[in-house]
């Protein structure tokens, strides 16, 4: 990477960061960044015209995503964040091989963290079916010496986008998850990875339901702190206030309806989505 | 349409029925049609590289549904059947437009069913948010007279793709949803008309949880119901079996993983998807 900090952590200029994702999931991912690296332009892509990827093949899932990563560096993008855990999961090689820009995905970032929380060495991960298929999450970890048992957890993303966040359905459906994966050899693991970005909108009823021993370990979190590591972006709280002024532009494009996109986001990123476009996005 | 019965209720030849659906779930509305017309050749197309339809925008429907529908009668099709509900509602008319076949929706031979069962002309339908968004099924209920309430239960589809067709969560779920929907003007309503390919599968649970009044009115079977009417193909039940062959031929085509499909496929089709054919669909 060719960005440099000066010494008090701000960037000599601003990076433009292309944030990808199959919809609006990966708002969490841009609400992480932007909580971590305000002073930067914000490209945002949610492919949700194919969305979700949780249920596609990697073939499809590849060939989606490295239309999206070719769109975002035409438009500028310096960096390429794969908010996706889907298409990290299935994509990633790809993608990089695709790109002329650095490209950050989610999966190691949240197994590197998972590893630094795990006191026992094991640790459950939740996310969609294509994610745990994919088996991305365990291989990243057991390279760390860990082990790892994943777990689908397929009615999670639905009953966010129903706007169940706290609902009893949800945490009786948590409750059937959560004991299914902390069983047997894993009754004891104490870190649970949130490997899907529409998990952290139930991340406090996942932390009632988990056992009271589990760390919560976001994917999303974990890669924004990866970001600001190879921007080299000192820690928020090491720069004074004056000294950092916050400004980050955002420019959303969505395949799908930009009033959709627009409406359904605003939940995950946690304020408005404004600038939408519509991309027509050929195959 | 061209095809004439025999007196006894076979056709003089086999016609060749393409059925479309956004995935596996219009495999209710074939299975429907196999048991009232065996006699025929039938092609699939499954558009599951881009399902779900239920959360797009009406444009984006219509763009994948007029392209599955040419591919369709490139390949044989004499009549078009949309089994997918969400098509139906959002892009019937542009199917229609860009066929030289025959095309039956599964919302108006719905609706027709519906409004012969109501003694009280109150409906209530339920479906996927886009069906329910675009009235379709309201419009096409008021046109006869009868008071539609629609209701969405984006929570359905994903439970019956997790198989928890018989399961305490499910039956919770359409509990919430179904007494929002029997509630106010339509606590009398006397039909439900279900208004998703996937709702079959839970019929049982739902007749159980509906109040019990109500009957339960299939889009599937009014479909195949319709098709054999256009078709002029007597009822199954008048037909001496000898003179009856039943060896439907079955080809099916999905833009995803065929194996994908092929195993989810089963489910909804009561048995076996045999012959399946990766197609990659250009925009």
């Given amino acids: 990477m060719q960005f440099m900090a000066?010494?008090?952590?701000?960037?000599?200029?601003?990076?433009?960061?292309?944030?990808?994702?199959s919809g609006v999931g990966g708002l969490t991912v841009l609400r992480a960044l932007l909580e971590r690296i305000p002073d930067a332009?914000?490209?945002?892509?949610?492919?949700?015209?194919?969305?979700?990827?949780?249920?596609?093949?990697?073939?499809?899932?590849?060939?989606?995503?490295?239309?999206?990563?070719?769109?975002?560096?035409?438009?500028?993008?310096?960096?390429?964040?794969?908010?996706?855990?889907?298409?990290?999961?299935?994509?990633?090689?790809?993608?990089?091989?695709?790109?002329?820009?650095?490209?950050?995905?989610?999966?190691?970032?949240g197994a590197q963290a998972a590893a630094a929380a795990s006191r026992n060495r094991r640790v459950v991960v939740i996310g969609t079916e294509a994610t745990v298929s994919s088996h991305a999450y365990r291989r990243a970890l057991e390279a760390k010496g860990i082990a790892a048992r994943e777990k689908a957890c397929p009615l999670f993303v639905p009953l966010v986008e129903e706007g169940w966040v706290e609902h009893p359905v949800t945490e009786q459906v948590a409750r059937i998850y959560l004991s299914e994966a902390f069983a047997d050899d894993f009754r004891e693991s104490d870190v649970l990875v949130l490997g899907c970005t529409h998990y952290p909108l139930i991340r406090s009823l996942l932390g009632r339901v988990a056992p009271e021993h589990v760390t919560i370990v976001d994917s999303a979190e974990s890669t924004a702190h990866a970001v600001a590591e190879q921007l080299q972006v000192a820690p928020i709280e090491s720069v004074r206030s004056h000294e950092r002024r916050a400004y980050p532009r955002l420019k959303f494009f969505a395949t799908d309806s930009a009033e959709k996109f627009r409406k359904m986001g605003t939940r995950f990123l946690g304020h408005a989505v404004e600038d939408v476009e519509h991309v027509d996005l050929k195959e």
């Fill in 41 to 109: 332009d914000y490209l945002y892509f949610g492919d949700s015209a194919r969305l979700p990827y949780g249920s596609k093949s990697a073939a499809t899932v590849a060939h989606y995503a490295v239309g999206a990563a070719h769109y975002l560096q035409d438009r500028g993008a310096e960096l390429l964040v794969i908010a996706c855990n889907t298409a990290t999961a299935l994509a990633l090689d790809q993608i990089k091989a695709a790109s002329r820009v650095g490209v950050i995905g989610v999966v190691e970032p």
């Fill in 6 to 21: 000066s010494p008090g952590g701000t960037l000599p200029r601003r990076p433009t960061i292309g944030v990808f994702d």
